[in-house]
C-alpha cells in the first residue's frame, strides 16, 4: 500500500531521516517505535504531507504523492491522529468531527452528518456530542482525534502516540477501537512508547534510529534484538 523510497529530511545541518526505505502492506498493523529523536513524528508528517522530504519518494498505491498537498492526501485514504490532540476547542465534539467529514472525506453536508454521528457513537463520544472539545478529558479527546480521522474513511491511518498518557483502562478502551477500525479494513501505522499496548494489536514492529531503520519483523522477534534493548530499551 505504502512505499517509501531513499527518504531523507533534513533541517539546515540537521539530518532527521536518513535514506529510509520502508513497505508498509494493505491491512497491517505496523507499530513503529524508537527513541525521542529518532524520527518518528517526522516521517509521519512526510507521509501526511505536513513537511516535504529533502529527498525520496512516497508511494500511496503505486501512485507517487510526493508532492500532493495534505488536503488531497486525505482524500486520497490517509487520515492521521496528533501526539498532543489538535482540536477546534471552541466547536462542539460533532462539529470538530463534521470538519473532518467534509474537507477531509469529501462528504456533503447531509452525508456528513450522518458520518460524523456513525463515528461519535462508534468512539464512544455520544454522551459528548455538543460539548465544547475545550472542556473534553484527555480521553475524550484522543477519542475525538480517532474520531476526526475515521471520518474520513481512511484506508491507511497513521496513529500518532494515542495511548500516551493514559492510563491502562483508559488505553484499553481505544485498544477496542483501534482492533475494529482494523478488522473493518484499515492499514494502519501506530507510533507508541506505550509498547504493552502496542503489541496487542501490531503484525510487525520497525524500529527507528537516527533516521533510519534498525530492526524490522514480528515484535517479539524485533524486541529481543540486541541492538534494539541496547537503544531504545536501554539494556
Known amino acids: 500500500m505504502l512505499k517509501l523510497a531513499g527518504l531523507s529530511k533534513r533541517f539546515g545541518a540537521l539530518s532527521v531521516i536518513d535514506n529510509l526505505d520502508m513497505d508498509v502492506r494493505a491491512g497491517e498493523v505496523l507499530g513503529v517505535i524508537g527513541p525521542n529523536g529518532a524520527g518518528k513524528t517526522t516521517l509521519f508528517n512526510i507521509i501526511a504531507g505536513v513537511q516535504a522530504p529533502s529527498s525520496g519518494t512516497v508511494h500511496l498505491n503505486d501512485r507517487d504523492i510526493t508532492r500532493v498537498k495534505v488536503w488531497d492526501r486525505c482524500r486520497l485514504g490517509i487520515g492521521r491522529t496528533y501526539q498532543v490532540p489538535k482540536p477546534f476547542t471552541h466547536m462542539s465534539t460533532f462539529e470538530n468531527v463534521m470538519v473532518a467529514a467534509v474537507h477531509g472525506g469529501s462528504l456533503g453536508i447531509r452525508a456528513a452528518k450522518d458520518k460524523a454521528q456513525e463515528v461519535i457513537e ?101 524486541l529481543a534484538d540486541g541492538r534494539v534493548k541496547e537503544v531504545y530499551l536501554g539494556v
Do not use: M, Y
Open 122 to 222: 462508534f468512539t464512544g463520544l455520544a454522551h459528548r456530542l455538543r460539548i465544547p472539545a475545550g472542556q473534553l478529558s484527555l480521553l475524550d479527546l484522543k477519542r475525538l482525534e480517532l474520531a476526526k480521522a475515521l471520518a474520513q474513511s481512511p484506508r491507511l491511518l497513521l496513529l500518532d502516540e494515542i495511548a500516551g498518557g493514559l492510563t491502562d483502562a483508559e488505553c484499553d478502551s481505544l485498544l477496542d477501537i483501534i482492533r475494529t477500525a482494523h478488522s473493518q479494513g484499515a492499514t494502519i501505522i501506530w507510533i507508541e512508547h506505550v509498547l504493552h499496548a502496542l503489541r496487542r494489536i501490531a503484525t510487525r514492529l520497525t524500529v527507528l534510529h537516527g533516521g533510519n531503520i534498525i530492526s524490522s519483523g514480528p515484535p517479539d522477534q524485533v
